[in-house]
């Protein structure tokens, strides 16, 4: 998010799922698209059948590196060293678009000196990818136009996630890949309305559209339509909630569909952090772990309870419509914070929280975003409308940064390697990396009630690859104990080649073997997203 | 594109070279009745329903795969068309069980549509037929392949919308029938269960195996909206009778997905109705929750965030919204912390 900010002017997604398919190579990197985003994949693997180039960079052989020109095998937590190496070989090979550079980017002196290192002899040693398979990637993605980079969770959630993305945006500019059809960079959000979350404010630094607190023309806008004073410092996100719940500095939550007791990197401190809260309220659609921590429970509408709109990974905001009652006494969620908003300020009241129906709600928002100026609900029909729309008769934009960027020229940013904030040591030799299946979501709580999702897959099974498996001692679907610094897990092992020797991958699907209860909370100084996607951990048979 | 002339049933139509006489037809307002074929899905050209007979041609050509040309002459529905049709037809029925009583594809079913128009209430040809087990081994798709026409759409889906080619047609002759690599159960192959077969499936061949037997296609409600899973945000078609989702259904408009699923969108709607749902808000008492009304829950609510506000200051309080919830929902959970409760405390799990 933060990184295509930066380098574009926009967080979102370049390009539209349709145009993807346009594309005549793709860079895939942290994102096992198959399974966390299938019909995603679905426009990658049909223009791969009709020949275009792919490359997927992952640390495991996933489905689409089977497909793949070049699997480029790193170890977790060194992509950033692999995408600047890509980069010193376009530019020492003399394969970018000078024109583009030249009318559409700066900064892009310092970035070449700052790539120039990155030999793909230096990059083999920092990634473990040979060095010809470098080469080989770099030059299947310059010289195949237009090419698209998708990426997902997996270059995110790291300590250099900020910086990976950059990484990204550098390499698309320093190709010309921006807005056209088929090429951009890509960021697969994971669960259904991230998109729209974001868009709407529910981030401790903006308001709805990314106008930023901070700025003090954006707060008196909403300080007049809301008529109130607002708050003028940047506020907490959710790792930073639970640690300061834990100093006793945050004292109350109100948790709305979310379950951090899964969720959340370091599972023991944030259990310790949820207890000591004074007053929690969580309002959900069913029991989660978070929930039986809370002193109230308010019982939520499902998606198909309810009318409002989701905002996809491609911008578009799309209508979902009820189509079922909610069971007994359960509500819809915009209606519960309604009522609380209207008594908590009984004696007060001066903000409205008077709608009738989340169409009434979307016109507020339309009038404060100007992104969503020209989005009404009875505009949208089936087609929806992508963002930026600012005026009721826009059509939408399906691909960003076309004649210009964002922010006017794209931004090259140097940006230099780091490593893992936690590398294997004597102790805890192994790396954990984690992510999803096809055949279930995020924390289980949706799936896992669904009987032929569990049927096809019942239970977690740790991925480890046959050499790492033979020394341990552990045959397919023995028992194992995996153990980080944080704590440990029991769990079933899947002996595969998949994972690249040394590297172990858990879902974080199943609550009685929690990845999270290993994972690492460090986060990434810019982006503040927790270090999922690398842990140093131990394996022993169990 | 360069445009042709033809006539269809004597009206002049304009179409564009290169297109079928099909796609004329249908730009015409004029149907033509179809089975293997699907518009999402490339032509085969495999069971003739779709004959139409055209000036100075011997035989009857398909008009699913036959290129439109200028001056063309096509009759749509002559008595040798229909005949032709009523042939076909009455060769699928003499292999076809016609237990429409208790298919799950009656009143959905283009077999049944075609027999209908065209009147052909049983075959006049007495022959060898199929008889194969219902296969409801796997956890979400009923295979019927007694009632399969071999149309060849699932196949066509599985590879060219799926990109997957888990299903092929396996063996000769009469024997011929879809199968999986091997003739291996569906749950063995590399069948994925996104369910694109069952959706272009025009016969009663393969169903949702958990809507078996509960409900009519004409007793229920289609609601269009999109899936709770992922971020690619398919459209979906709800498929309600009496306040519960019986299916989900393929919606071909869908802007990112253009019918096409994943097993998440498609079968994993159960969990709306589960018995684990929240129904009442609860209060907790000495360490166990206590079912309550809504004024009392929130009235308890307000009152302590405004108690501990009171207390510790507004940044004391923190709100959690969700990557699950309405953009509206969002909106109104931000403009509550912000504008109520006086903190930017306000995140949701983006970053998890
Ligand atoms: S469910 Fe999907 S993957 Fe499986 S056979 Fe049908 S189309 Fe192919
Ligand atoms: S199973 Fe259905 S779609 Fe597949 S060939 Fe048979 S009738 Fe056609
Ligand atoms: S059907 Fe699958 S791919 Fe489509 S939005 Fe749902 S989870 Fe994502
Ligand atoms: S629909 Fe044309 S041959 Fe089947």
């Known amino acids: ?542 | 594109m360069s445009k042709v002339s033809l006539k269809i049933d004597g009206q002049t139509v304009q179409a564009e070279a290169g297109s079928t006489i099909l796609q004329a037809a249908e730009g015409a307002g004029i149907h033509i009745p179809t089975l293997c074929y699907h518009p999402v899905l490339p032509a085969e050209g495999a069971c003739r329903i779709c004959v139409v007979e055209v000036a100075k041609q011997r035989l009857l050509l398909p008009a699913c795969t036959y290129p439109v040309a200028e001056g063309m002459e096509v009759l749509t529905e002559s008595p040798q068309v229909v005949e032709a049709r009523r042939f076909v037809l009455e060769l699928l029925l003499s292999d076809h069980p016609q237990d429409c009583l208790t298919c799950e594809a009656n009143g959905d079913c283009e077999l049944q549509d075609l027999a209908y128009r065209y009147q052909v209430k049983r075959s006049r040809f007495q022959g060898e037929v199929h008889r194969y087990p219902l296969d409801e081994a796997n956890p979400f798709i009923a295979r019927d392949m007694t009632k399969c026409i071999l149309c060849r759409r699932c196949v066509g889906a599985c590879r060219d919308i799926q990109a997957v080619d888990a299903i092929g047609l396996a063996h000769r002759g009469f024997d011929t029938k879809v199968a999986a690599a091997f003739d291996a159960p569906l749950q063995d192959s590399t069948c994925v269960f996104c369910g694109q077969c069952v959706a272009v499936c025009p016969v009663g061949a393969l169903t949702e195996k958990n809507a078996r037997f509960l409900g009519r296609s004409w007793e229920m409600t289609r609601v269009t909206t999109v899936c709770p899973y992922c971020g690619v945000g398919c459209l979906l078609d709800l498929n309600v009778k009496d306040n519960r989702i019986i299916k989900v259904t393929s919606n071909w408009e869908g802007p990112a997905n253009r019918g096409a699923t994943c097993v998440k969108g498609r079968f994993g709607y159960e969990f709306v109705h589960s018995p684990d749902r929240l129904t009442r808000p609860l209060i907790k008492a000495n360490g166990a929750f206590v079912e309550a009304s809504w004024e009392e829950a929130l009235d308890l609510v307000a009152r302590r965030l405004a108690e501990i506000k009171g207390q510790h200051g507004p940044d004391s309080l923190a709100v959690l919204a969700s990557a699950k919830c309405t953009n509206e929902e969002n909106y109104l959970l931000q403009k509550f912390a912000r504008a109520v409760l006086g903190t930017n405390n306000v995140d949701h799990c983006a970053r998890l």
């Open chain 1, 1 to 542: 998010m933060s990184g295509l900010g930066t380098a574009f002017g926009s967080g979102a997604m370049t390009n539209s799922i349709q145009d993807l398919g346009l594309a005549r190579a793709f860079l895939v990197i942290g994102s096992n698209t198959t399974e966390q985003h299938p019909v995603i994949a679905l426009q990658i693997k049909r223009a791969v059948r009709k020949g275009a180039r792919l490359i997927v960079a992952d640390p495991r052989a996933i489905e689409l590196a089977e497909l793949a020109d070049v699997h480029l095998s790193h170890q977790p937590g060194t992509d950033l060293g692999l995408l600047n190496g890509l980069a010193q070989v376009i530019l020492e090979e003399g394969l970018w678009d000078r024109d583009f550079v030249a009318r559409r980017t700066e900064n892009f002196d310092a970035f070449r000196a700052s790539v120039a290192p990155y030999t793909p002899e230096f990059v083999e040693r920092l990634t473990g990818v040979p060095a010809e398979k470098i080469r080989q990637a770099a030059r299947l993605y310059a010289t195949s136009r237009p090419a698209a980079i998708v990426y997902a969770m997996g270059i995110t959630q790291h300590v250099a996630g900020h910086r990976n993305v950059l990484a990204l945006a550098n390499l698309a500019m320093l190709t010309g890949n921006v807005g056209m059809e088929g090429s951009g960079v890509n960021p697969l959000r994971g669960q259904n309305n991230v998109q729209g979350a974001c868009d709407m404010g529910a981030l401790p630094d903006v308001y709805t559209g990314y106008q930023k607190v901070v700025n003090p023309e954006a707060r008196a806008k909403f300080e007049e339509a809301w008529g109130v004073p607002l708050p003028a410092e940047c506020g907490l996100t959710v790792v930073e909630m639970t640690r300061a719940a834990a100093e006793g500095k945050v004292k109350a939550m109100y948790v709305v569909g979310e379950n951090p007791m899964l969720s959340d990197p370091d599972l023991h401190h944030v259990r310790e952090a949820l207890e000591s809260l004074d007053f929690l309220v969580v309002q959900d659609i069913f029991l989660t772990e978070t929930a039986q921590l809370a002193d109230v429970v308010l019982p939520g509408a499902s998606f198909a309870e309810k009318d409002g709109t989701y905002t996809n990974t491609e911008r578009r905001v799309q209508l979902i419509r009820k189509a079922v009652e909610p069971p007994g006494q359960a509500r819809p969620d915009w209606w519960a914070v309604a009522e609380l908003a209207e008594r908590v300020q009984r004696d007060r009241g001066p903000v409205s929280f008077y709608y009738n129906s989340p169409a009434q709600i979307m016109e507020e928002i339309a009038s404060l975003t100007p992104a969503y100026g020209g989005i009404r609900h009875e505009r949208l029909g089936i087609q929806g409308l992508q963002w930026p729309c600012p005026t009721a008769d826009h059509p939408g934009t399906p691909v960003l940064h076309r004649e210009r960027f964002t922010r006017g020229l794209g931004l090259f940013a140097p940006v230099e390697f780091m490593p893992a904030d936690e590398l294997p040591d004597g102790e805890y030799p192994l790396i954990l990396t984690t992510g999803r299946l096809l055949q279930h979501y995020h924390m289980g709580s949706m799936t896992r009630r669904v009987p032929g999702l569990n049927q096809l897959v019942p239970q977690e099974l740790m991925e480890i690859n046959p050499v790492d498996a033979t020394r341990l001692g552990l045959p397919d679907g023995a028992p194992a104990r995996v153990r980080s610094r944080r704590g440990e897990v029991l769990t079933r092992v899947r002996v595969t080649d998949r994972p690249r020797l040394g590297v172990v991958f858990m879902t974080f699907h199943f609550a009685e073997a929690a990845a999270n209860l290993l994972t690492n909370p460090a986060l990434d100084p810019t982006a503040k997203i927790p270090e999922f996607k690398a842990c140093a951990v131990r394996v022993e048979p169990a």
